[in-house]
């Protein structure tokens, strides 16, 4: 500084700052050879607190307010300075404005993914991302610990160091926590505020306090994006086969509407084919749906096996029985010739006497005698 600043700062009484900037935490009032006239005016607004610095050595700390600088508000300086009889000159201090109010938005997240043991998904990997608010708490700390002799310190000189804190203790935090991956989004204030409470004393230790965190987003691997994603579209898909059908119908409406082209008219024919042989099958189901056997008394019966029959006792289906084992409930009774007996191939039940194979199991009536 030349002259006519030495001079200037003689008669400038008027110690303030006004910050025009959204990111500045510390700020040096420049006086040339950092004199101060005795008895100027401090102005320290809100969310502001001023610290006077003497020879290197932290003294006073002003709250917001309008200090006279004199003997009488500046006890530690004059102290320092030994005016035990309001020796009246000027002096010189070092005065660090520190801005108190919250800084807000900053961003933290995890360079390098996390390895962690979920208990659905087994061994994964996830990322965490998030932001977080400070203020400075204790100014004569903060100076002493980060700013020091900086005259103009900003938040994205001290952000790096806070990020590393905030993830390490999130990344501790929730490989302790075992909460499933899939469970961890309704779980995210909870995290914040857990997250808050580990790194509380880092933040002490500076000076700060971090008056919010919050987690915004944990994400899985893009791999492991992906088959979640099929997985989450086969549950939605429901009924696979009638959506498959769904599919090839909708396609074929659009091969119809756009006929023209070698490559539509193979891809509708393609479809055409798909839904001839989905519809063959549904006709064949059909057909032998038609073929089974009328129902009996009490129900249809089940598919029969060949060469056995079943036979309808009491209005219940038994069965199927072999020519052998209706002989012998032929021969206890349990059979008789008006027994309804059914198998594969026979258009309805009918009577055992009428059916040629079991017609030998019971006796027939002699003939009438002839007469003389």
């Known amino acids: 500084m030349g002259l006519w600043d030495k001079i200037r700062g003689e008669f400038v009484d008027i110690i303030e700052w006004l910050d025009p900037s959204s990111d500045t935490m510390v700020?040096?009032?420049?006086?040339?050879?950092?004199?101060?006239?005795?008895?100027?005016?401090?102005?320290?607004?809100?969310?502001?607190?001023?610290?006077l610095i003497n020879e290197g050595q932290l003294a006073d700390v002003f709250t917001p307010g309008t200090y006279t600088l004199e003997t009488e508000n500046i006890p530690i300086l004059s102290t320092l300075k030994g005016w035990k009889h309001g020796f009246e000159s000027p002096f010189k201090a070092e005065v660090y404005f520190v801005n108190t109010r919250r800084f807000t938005d900053l961003k933290w997240g995890?360079?390098?993914?996390?390895?962690?043991?979920?208990?659905?998904?087994?061994?994964?990997r996830i990322r965490m991302f998030g932001s977080y608010c400070i203020r400075v708490a204790d100014a004569a700390k903060f100076i002493k610990e980060i700013v020091g002799t900086d005259g103009h310190f900003v938040a994205d000189e001290l952000t790096g160091q806070l990020r590393n804190l905030i993830v390490s203790r999130s990344t501790d935090l929730v490989a302790e926590s075992k909460i499933p991956v899939l469970d961890m989004a309704a779980n995210y204030d909870e995290l914040g505020v857990f997250i808050s409470e580990r790194i509380h004393g880092d933040f002490e230790e500076y000076?700060?306090?971090?008056?919010?965190?919050?987690?915004?987003?944990?994400?899985?691997?893009?791999?492991?994006?992906?088959?979640?994603?099929?997985?989450?579209?086969?549950?939605?898909?429901?009924?696979?086969?009638?959506?498959?059908?769904?599919?090839?119908?909708?396609?074929?409406?659009?091969?119809?509407?756009?006929?023209?082209?070698d490559a539509g008219a193979g891809i509708g024919m393609g479809m055409g084919f798909a839904m001839a042989n989905q519809m063959g099958q549904a006709l064949g189901g059909q057909n032998q749906a038609q073929q089974a056997p009328p129902p009996a008394p009490g129900g249809p019966p089940p598919i029969p096996q060949a060469t056995a029959y079943f036979a309808a006792v009491d209005g219940q289906q038994t069965g199927p029985f072999d020519v052998n084992a209706l002989r012998q409930q032929a021969q206890s009774?349990?059979?008789?010739?008006?027994?309804?007996?059914?198998?594969?191939?026979?258009?309805?039940?009918?009577?055992?006497?009428?059916?040629?194979?079991?017609?030998?199991?019971f006796g027939q009536a002699p003939p009438p005698i002839p007469q003389a």
Do not use: C
């Open 333 to 361: 009774g349990q059979v008789s010739a008006t027994t309804l007996v059914w198998s594969q191939g026979m258009a309805e039940w009918t009577e055992a006497g009428k059916v040629p194979d079991l017609a030998g199991l």
């Open 110 to 124: 995890t360079k390098n993914p996390i390895m962690l043991r979920d208990p659905e998904f087994g061994p994964i």
């Open 207 to 261: 000076g700060l306090d971090v008056t919010k965190i919050l987690v915004e987003n944990i994400s899985l691997p893009p791999a492991v994006e992906e088959v979640l994603d099929k997985r989450s579209s086969m549950g939605i898909i429901g009924n696979l086969n009638a959506y498959t059908q769904f599919q090839a119908a909708n396609a074929m409406e659009a091969a119809a509407e756009n006929p023209g082209g």
């Open 27 to 51: 700020r040096r009032f420049e006086r040339h050879g950092n004199e101060i006239k005795y008895g100027a005016q401090l102005v320290v607004r809100e969310s502001q607190v001023a610290v």
